[in-house]
């Protein structure tokens, strides 16, 4: 990488970790795991935001950088930890597909997230380039996990994960977005995870457990039986 | 000060009914902050009459004439909401469905769902559109799951993460339209996200990005919107919550995600110059229409039909939408106008009918006539209205968007008009013995607030036999603002 400055070489390693998180998480069947892989990838989010904070010297990216560092690497997680004790779910059922699986499937999603980047990043400034293909990466490769999971917990896991890769793809291709739509983001993601909080418990008092093929019986057919 | 007023009302509201919102006199707090909001969103529009396009606040929100009539019909649908849910809530106290938390619950989420509407209707800024649509799906999420049984907790689930799904798509979208105005309106990043200067700018803007950022709008919005095959969640959601939430999904939820895609569609449209955005909205409106219709015949729970029955209207409109030019947008948001006042006069009057009758199973509400009149023949109308029977407004608006699809997309005509008919029989079918025949209702405790129906149905009549001057020219000012075709 000869010729290309120390802070895009570490912005390029921050992209690097984040695939391989994704990786990870797409792999990882221990709950506690999950979330603690969740809160890593929040680190390498706001180390990058750091970098580019540093490099294009705005202002308003370091109070990101500080959003990014209270919401996804402390509260969150610690909000998601203490839900995991409080409903004792440590474990995922078996997932819908095995995982080596899975594996091939992800490798396939970030051939095709490079091949989907491609016009975006022929637009952007050559330090970020690699970084947005992963950004849509990490997005789609949440997606999978989203899918192949069972338990309402690992699923929110994911959907904060492709919030991760959503945010890295904004920093990376557009410095970050004005101030009051992080702002609101951020406010939206905090809510979304306190009503799941709520939510799990309503699910556990109805059902016992949090096990979501308990959440099958709305079809088209069965709706009828289930009312009369 | 009317703008400030639209905002504060049901924010303060919610903030209130959070308190009080399980005391006696609760339900009427919700009617009076709805009225305060209803009456900035009249004053308000009559300053735009007068004084044309207004922005407030930095250019962060701003009304023209496509979002003016929308903030008004949305008021006015959720004051028309907040008098109905009085004595249907406080019959499911008596039935023991809801308790005093989840009342209180009830009402100031209420309120927070009609500020996330109004500030995602005028708001300027494509990012705030992003956080309010997702604020409102959050504020409805535990009003879904209000009674707490197996299949509402499920209906919430889903609404949850299929709409949470959906709309981190649409987040995607709006970081690729930054990205590509950034680079023409520059990167302080201050008005690259406001959509009057991205519309001045539309030309320049990169249709490459553009192209791929419609593709995820419109699937992300359009998950909202209830479009096949990104729906399922809307029958759930509309079947298992109580029936003031399923009026005000299926007459504003619905609404104001669609007008989210439209107003994309407008700036995409106009850096593309080409018709992959039409083309795409048309496509999924048709097959909106198409399999709603068909699945309108596999329904037995009387909310769940009319659910199916919104995803038709919205398929129409946004095939309506996908054709462009005057004369389809005219009738596009006639029809949003006419589609949410009927279907919501319709959800009332459902409502009502499963309360007497124990159930919102068809096979179980018969005779309505008999006991309610004023019930049964409100059903009756809101059916025969949405159905698009003359002389009511439904019938003007489907009958311009025939006709203009017989001109410029001929060969949708015959499948559009198939899948009217297949509608009609299914729901005038279902509808008839349930208005008509042997009872078996009971009185409720609680006399129901018809006066929302009749109100609605009204307007409907009124629209359909004589739209006003002022209204109409407001109608082609949006059309025009919409283009396209």
Redesign the interface.
Known sequence: MAGVPFDLQLLNLCAALLLLLSFAMLSQRRIVNLVNLLAVQGTVLFIATLLIAWRTRQAHLYLSAALTLGLKVVLLPYLLHRLIRRLEVYWDAEPLLNISGTMLIGVLIVVFSFGLAQPISALASTATRNAIGVAVAVVLLSFLTMITRRKAMSQVVGFLSMENGLFFGAMSATYGMPMVVEFGVALDVLVAVLVLGIFFFQIREQFDSLDLHHLESLREDATSRRRE | MEFLLLIASPLAGAAVLAVLGAKRFAPQLNIAFSLVTFLSACALTARVIGAGNLTFARE?FFIDPFNVFLVTLTALVGLTTAIFSRPYMRVEMEHGRVRAPQLRLYHSMYQLFMTTMLVALITN?M??L??AM??AT?ST??LV?LY????S??????Y??LC??GI?QA??GT??L???A??VLG?E??S??LWTHLNAVKGSL?P??LS?AFVFLLVGYGTKVGLAPLHNWLP?AH??GPTPISAVLSGLLLNVALYAVVRCKVLIEGSLHSSLPSQMLMGFGLLSVVLAAF?LW????IK?LFAYSSIEHMGIITFAFGMGGAVANFAALLHMTVHSLTKSAIFFAAGHAAQKSG???MDNIRGLITLSPTIGWGLMMGSLAILGVPPFGVFASEFLILTTAMRQQPWATPVLLMALGVAFAAIFGRVQPMVFGETTARRLPHPPALLPVFLHLGLVLALGLYIPPYLAEWYRAAARLIGGG
């Open positions: 962060q800024n990012g705030l992003w956080v997702e604020a959050l999420v535990l799951t707490r049984t197996g299949p907790l499920e209906a919430g689930w889903k949850f993460v949470g799904v981190a987040l995607f970081i690729l930054y990205f590509a950034e680079h990167a990043g201050v690259a996200l990169e490459k990005v791929l759930d079947a298992e699945f596999r329904q037995r729970d769940r159930s919102q199973l």
